[in-house]
Nanobody
Framework: QVQVVESGGGLVQPGGSLRLSCAAS????????MGWYRQTPGKQRELVAR???????NYGDAVKGRFTISKDNDKNTVYLQMNMPKAEDTAVYYC?????????WGRGTQVTVSS
């Protein structure tokens, strides 16, 4: 089963930018869809963005126009570019991969938006 590992989290100022990476252990052409969810204490995990094998994307309403998901097939990596982050974007961000064998999730990376 594919494994995914997130990186790039940390502290970012409101209005700044941050890029998260998600490295997959398999070639991306073997993965139906990859994406990012986020979670804060006491709340359900919510969709941030996802991208299909063909490159189609969709975003959660809270991040539309500010965040961009992309992928590099040569590096087996999906990225989440976070622009103009807000304090409410503070959360643990989880990467996932959807394959014919099921879903795989990373351990998450903390993103804190604060001045």
């Amino acid at each position: 089963q594919v494994q995914v590992v997130e990186s790039g989290g940390g502290l970012v100022q409101p209005g700044g930018s941050l890029r998260l990476s998600c490295a997959a252990s398999s070639r991306l052409f073997s993965i139906n869809r990859m994406g990012w969810y986020r979670q804060t204490p006491g709340k359900q995990r919510e969709l941030v963005a996802r991208i299909t094998r063909g490159g189609s994307t969709n975003y959660g309403d809270a991040v539309k126009g500010r965040f961009t998901i992309s992928k590099d097939n040569d590096k087996n990596t999906v990225y989440l570019q976070m622009n103009m982050p807000k304090a409410e974007d503070t959360a643990v961000y989880y990467c996932y991969a959807d394959t014919a064998d099921g879903e795989s999730w990373g351990r998450g990376t903390q993103v804190t938006v604060s001045s």
